[in-house]
């Protein structure tokens, strides 16, 4: 059964701060998503990591993927206050997309 | 540009009850999925189906039904409705591209 852990599960930044949320799984896979939600709202698509070594960024966030350590990384540069938000991570595994229990990042001013 | 389309948007239920959630989308994808989404637990798969007339259970199906009689249409129903039920519902949409498309979501409330 495919396990997807994240951390840290709450996230407090100053504004400027950079800052890491890590993504790990369980069992080989060849999809990692990235999503953010604001409350109330649906889940917005970020990234999609479909291979080892993967690097995507958009604005001040970068996903990053290690298929053999079966970690995903996303980096937040020089945050702001937009960035406030729920992120989540998922794997996809036997047709089957499973999701972490996401990353409240709040960021201070 | 439609997308994913859920309905309703808020439900309130009695204990016992039976309702169905309505999912449709326009991109002719084949992959249709049925999340619940609890407070501190993510989301997590009820029923998925890969085509139009095949359809699977996710990590929690007990309670729910689903059918897929059409690429576009994927329906959950709840057969007895219990306050453990209550949460919010997301359907999602995936295609050859690989990224998964959620719709707007449905909040639940068993009662």
């Known amino acids: 059964e495919l396990k997807v852990e994240q951390n840290p599960l709450f996230l407090s930044m100053q504004e400027e701060k950079n800052y890491t949320i890590y993504c790990n799984y369980s069992?080989?896979?060849?999809?990692l998503y990235w999503y953010r939600q604001d409350p109330g709202k649906s889940l917005e698509s970020l990234f999609v990591l479909l291979s080892n070594g993967a690097v995507k960024q958009e604005g001040r966030l970068m996903a990053s993927l290690d298929t053999k350590a079966r970690l995903s990384t996303l980096h937040i540069t020089a945050a702001v206050h937009d960035l406030s938000a729920t992120y989540f991570c998922a794997v996809n595994g036997n047709e089957k997309l499973t999701f972490g229990t996401g990353t409240r990042l709040t960021i201070i001013p | 540009n439609a997308g994913v389309t859920q309905t309703p948007k808020f439900q309130v239920l009695k204990t016992g009850q039976s309702m169905t959630l309505q999912c449709a989308q326009d991109m002719n994808h084949e992959y249709m999925s049925w999340y619940r989404q609890d407070p501190g637990m993510g989301l997590r798969l009820i029923h998925y189906?890969?085509?139009?007339?095949?359809?699977d259970q996710g990590e929690v199906p007990n309670g729910y039904n689903v059918s897929r009689s059409t690429t576009e249409d994927f329906p959950l129903r709840l057969l007895s409705a219990a306050p453990s039920q209550t949460s919010v519902y997301f359907c999602?949409?995936?295609?050859?591209?690989?990224?998964?498309?959620f719709g707007s979501g449905t909040r639940l409330t068993v009662v």
């Open positions: 189906s890969v085509g139009a007339g095949i359809t």
């Open positions: 999602a949409s995936s295609g050859v591209a690989y990224g998964y498309t």
């Open positions: 069992t080989t896979s060849d999809r």
